[in-house]
């Protein structure tokens, strides 16, 4: 019995009758060999995701556009990304600040509502910042190893021990220090935005400098 959720095949062949293509017109336009077009509509072979975006890229339209599950007839477009990428530190962008060191995960996928980054926390005072840190959207920071004190403008600090977590607003002043006790903690931070390059605002915040990739 076949599954009713869409394959990629079914997808492409969607995006291809909507258009009104033959696979090798979508080829010539895409620049995907006919061949390998023609296995992955059939659900021979799979596509990596530098060739979905190639796809995007060469027909000009969006990725949920790519991945657009419709009816060919009435043109409906329920949209999804079927964005995927495996967060490895040797493949993070790594800032090294005097506060933090920051790895970046999934940095691949560009316009990403959700940032996930492990922090190295090693500030033990207010004195080592120029300021309470702010940024676009919320975050959620869950302790992986030590003990983490953090500061916000409207709040008393609080402590978070390993498996504590605290969701905030991040246009609200904040900033993590390592507790007395703690020569240095581990977090898991998830920053959130509605806007889409929040990655580089996040990047801007620090020297070009400190980044290596």
Sequence with gaps: MKSEEPTLGD???????RNGWTVKEMSDKSGIPLSTLSKVENGRLTLSYDKLQQLSRRLKIRMSELFAEGDVETGAQPAFTARRSVGKLDRAIRVNTSNYDYRYLCTELRQKRMIPIIIRVRAKSMVEFDGLVRHPGEEFTYVLKGRVVVHTQFYDPVVLEEGESIYLDSSMGHAYLAAEDC???????????????????????????????
């Design 11 to 17: 997808l492409l062949r969607g995006l291809r009758k």
């Design 183 to 213: 020569d240095e903690a581990i977090v898991l931070g998830v920053c959130s935005s509605a806007d889409e390059d929040l990655l580089d605002s996040l990047l801007g915040q620090h020297d070009e400098s400190d980044i290596s990739r």
